[in-house]
């Protein structure tokens, strides 16, 4: 049995390399999908210490809104451009309905909040576009070819690439930009913030709507993989593990933290799934998460809280 | 003592009957003063006097039921926070609010964020324009941290800093505004002599160097007697005296005010 579980297989992979590659190939390009989704938890969180609930039906509104348009004949460069408005509309709204008036409340007061946003948002997009399965095809080439015998798939490769470049402008953004220090101060402070002239509001429009922008760019991936349809907000779930794994305040924390997920459940599945009957893919990634809150709460790069007594 | 070769300007700011009360509680009470152009300014008084109230009121944190603020001789029923920092008034808190997971230099770099103007554009580009301005505003900030004297830990999160120097860096995010108008909220207190004469000399080089005009809360009555042009004395919500430090030493009433002893 001990044998089975931690020898035999670590043999099969070194059986076949190859397919091994393969594996973990398909489990980083999962992985960055992961990650696109828990980019948009981190944003708001960073930005305003909310956990929004709702950004997984963020992402289904946006796809949602997407496909519809281009149903209606819309061509899609131009869906594309009013879905980009219609989400910064959406921030507007968030900050006048909601956050406005929940200035200073409690952390879960707003999460709360956003529980019931996430109704609001997922009835919204049915009335608007009808709920049935749509696809989504926004002419991203899906073809499979070969490379020194590992098989690759141009859609995945494209999906990871658009992360990448993303992660790229958003870590740049935050780190070196006034605003992107504004989105760090209002996150740790509120009242610090407004006596350095930083305007909250605007700030909150800003990230909300910048989350949303991400959750565009998740909604088309997966949209495009899988359909769009309500099952898409779901995956929201699976950027929780990837956050505590990553740390909820740390943007390249969600992009390792979602390839790990994502190479860790394929794996997972491929070389341990039989022992356990397999479907191990579905429940691996929330063990991961547990192990990590055991032994290191903050996630790889969260920040550690700090407190002098 | 300060040898007063600063001249000391017409008014910069002037609150006019200031009524604030939270509930039944009155925490200021029909209170009028003044500040002057390039003074330093002390606010004492014993606790729960309303002098953070003051302070708040002045930098719109707080709206007071009655009375006026006139800042550069435009008058408001009220202040608010943004407006302020717009305006040219800078402050820090009693009870350090820094920006506690970001390092000592961002933190002083969002001081500057009013003297940054370019488009959100630019900005998500990081380059052109935004660039060159992020470049002049980090000199900016080098020149503070210079000033101040923390150079070593530009780059430590604030967070990790020991409490005397984070008021130093919350002084430097206030300074890095170039504010007309200065408000420190006790910026000695919990410091051991050395870092009080530390920053005793950093608020008259402020004051001296740059013409900043200065209004602060202390408790050091050395301190308040040393660095300051005029003290007002706050008790219970109402001003009991306004004049020379050593005029207000004088005062039979404010002695009462901090012995607690009734006078004949």
């Given at each position: 049995?001990l044998?089975?579980?931690?020898?035999?297989p670590?043999l099969?992979?070194a059986?076949?390399?190859?397919f091994?590659?393969e594996?973990?190939?398909?489990?980083l390009?999962?992985g960055?999908?992961?990650?696109?989704?828990?980019l948009?938890?981190?944003?708001?969180?960073?930005?305003?210490?909310?956990?929004?609930?709702?950004?997984?039906?963020?992402?289904?509104?946006?796809?949602?809104?997407l496909?519809?348009?281009?149903?209606?004949g819309?061509?899609?460069?131009?869906?594309?451009?009013?879905?980009?408005?219609?989400?910064?509309?959406?921030?507007y709204?968030?900050?006048?309905?909601?956050?406005?008036?929940l200035?200073?409340?409690e952390?879960?007061?707003?999460?709360?909040?956003?529980?019931?946003?996430?109704?609001?948002?997922?009835?919204?997009g049915?009335?608007?576009?009808?709920?049935?399965?749509?696809?989504?095809?926004?002419?991203?080439?899906?073809?499979?070819?070969?490379?020194?015998?590992?098989?690759l798939?141009?859609?995945d490769?494209?999906a990871?690439?658009?992360?990448?470049?993303l992660?790229?402008?958003?870590?740049?953004?935050?780190?070196?930009?006034?605003?992107?220090?504004?989105?760090?101060?209002?996150?740790?402070?509120?009242?610090?913030?407004?006596?350095?002239?930083?305007?909250?509001k605007t700030i909150?429009?800003?990230?909300?709507?910048v989350?949303?922008?991400?959750g565009?760019?998740?909604?088309?991936?997966w949209?495009?993989?899988?359909?769009?349809?309500?099952?898409?907000?779901?995956?929201?779930?699976?950027?929780?593990?990837?956050l505590?794994l990553?740390?909820?305040?740390?943007?390249?924390?969600?992009?390792?933290?979602?390839?790990?997920?994502?190479?860790g459940?394929?794996?997972?599945?491929?070389?341990w799934?039989p022992?356990?009957?397999?479907?191990?893919?579905n429940?691996?990634?929330?063990?991961l998460?547990?192990?990590?809150?055991?032994?290191?709460?903050q996630?790889?790069?969260g920040?550690?809280?700090?407190?002098?007594? | 003592?300060?040898?007063?070769?600063?001249?000391?300007?017409?008014?910069?700011?002037?609150?006019?009957?200031?009524?604030?009360?939270?509930g039944g509680?009155?925490?200021?009470?029909?209170?009028?003063f003044?500040?002057?152009?390039?003074?330093?300014l002390?606010?004492?008084?014993?606790?729960?006097?309303?002098?953070?109230?003051?302070?708040?009121?002045?930098?719109?944190?707080?709206?007071?039921?009655?009375g006026?603020i006139?800042?550069e001789?435009?008058?408001?029923?009220?202040?608010?926070?943004?407006?302020?920092?717009?305006?040219?008034?800078?402050?820090?808190?009693?009870?350090?609010?820094?920006?506690?997971?970001?390092?000592?230099?961002?933190?002083?770099m969002t001081?500057?964020?009013?003297?940054?103007?370019?488009?959100?554009?630019?900005?998500?580009?990081?380059?052109?324009?935004?660039?060159?301005?992020?470049?002049e505003?980090?000199?900016?900030?080098e020149k503070v941290?210079?000033?101040?004297?923390?150079?070593?830990?530009?780059?430590?999160?604030?967070?990790?800093?020991p409490?005397g120097l984070?008021k130093?860096?919350?002084?430097g995010?206030?300074?890095?505004?170039?504010?007309?108008?200065?408000?420190l909220?006790?910026?000695?207190?919990g410091?051991n002599?050395e870092?009080?004469e530390?920053?005793?000399?950093?608020?008259?080089?402020?004051?001296?160097?740059?013409g900043?005009?200065?209004?602060?809360?202390?408790?050091?009555?050395?301190?308040?007697?040393?660095?300051?042009?005029?003290?007002?004395?706050l008790?219970?919500?109402?001003?009991?005296?306004?004049?020379?430090?050593?005029?207000v030493?004088a005062?039979?009433?404010?002695?009462?005010?901090?012995?607690?002893?009734?006078?004949?």
């Open positions: 049995m044998y089975d579980v931690l020898i035999a670590f099969d992979m059986d076949s390399p190859v091994f590659a594996v973990v190939i398909v489990g390009l999962t960055v999908m992961y990650s696109l989704v828990a948009g938890f981190v944003l708001i969180f960073k930005a305003s210490g909310v956990f929004n609930f709702a950004q997984g039906v963020m992402v289904l509104f946006a796809a949602l809104t496909v519809g348009l281009m149903e209606h819309v061509p899609t460069w131009l869906a594309l451009i009013l879905t980009v408005v219609i989400m910064v509309v959406l921030a709204g968030i900050e006048w309905f909601m956050l406005r008036r200035v200073n409340q952390g879960i007061i707003l999460f709360m909040a956003t529980i019931g946003l996430s109704f609001v948002l997922q009835g919204l049915e009335t608007m576009w009808g709920s049935n399965v749509k696809a989504l095809d926004i002419g991203i080439p899906d073809a499979s070819f070969e490379v020194s015998g590992i098989l798939n141009e859609f490769l494209f990871a690439a658009s992360g990448a470049v992660v790229a402008v958003l870590a740049v953004f935050f780190h070196y930009t006034r605003i992107g220090r504004a989105l760090r101060a209002v996150a740790d402070d509120h009242q610090a913030a407004l006596s350095v002239g930083i305007p909250l909150w429009v800003i990230v909300w709507a989350a949303g922008m991400v565009l760019v998740a909604g088309i991936m949209g495009a993989k899988s359909g769009v349809q309500f099952s898409l907000s779901l995956i929201a779930l699976k950027a929780l593990p990837v505590i990553g740390g909820f305040t740390s943007v390249p924390g969600a992009i390792v933290g979602g390839l790990i997920i994502g190479v459940e394929k794996v997972a599945e491929i070389y799934g022992l356990f009957g397999g479907a191990i893919e429940w691996f990634a929330y063990v998460a547990l192990v990590f809150l055991l032994f290191r709460p996630g790889l790069f920040e550690r809280i700090i407190e002098r007594v | 003592m300060t040898e007063n070769t600063r001249k000391i300007g017409n008014t910069l700011l002037r609150v006019d009957d200031i009524t604030l009360s939270f509680v009155h925490a200021l009470n029909g209170v009028s003044e500040i002057k152009e390039h003074e330093i002390a606010i004492i008084g014993p606790n729960g006097a309303g002098k953070s109230s003051m302070l708040n009121v002045i930098n719109g944190f707080y709206h007071p039921q009655k006026t006139a800042f001789g435009r008058e408001r029923k009220r202040m608010r926070p943004h407006v302020a920092a717009e305006q040219g008034i800078a402050r820090t808190f009693q009870n350090i609010a820094l920006f506690k997971g970001m390092s000592t230099l961002d933190n002083i001081g500057r964020m009013l003297k940054m103007k370019r488009s959100f554009l630019w900005q998500a580009l990081y380059w052109g324009p935004a660039l060159k301005e992020e470049i505003n980090r000199e900016f900030c941290i210079d000033f101040l004297e923390i150079q070593a830990i530009r780059k430590t999160p604030v967070g990790k800093l409490y984070q130093r860096v919350e002084l995010r206030a300074l890095a505004a170039e504010p007309r108008l200065l408000l909220d006790e910026p000695m207190a410091m002599v870092e009080k530390d920053m005793c000399r950093f608020i008259l080089d402020v004051n001296d160097e740059f900043t005009t200065i209004a602060l809360i202390e408790h050091d009555m050395g301190v308040v007697m040393d660095i300051s042009d005029r003290v007002v004395v008790d219970y919500g109402r001003k009991i005296a306004d004049g020379s430090p050593d005029a030493r005062n039979g009433e404010v002695i009462d005010a901090y012995l607690g002893v009734s006078h004949e």
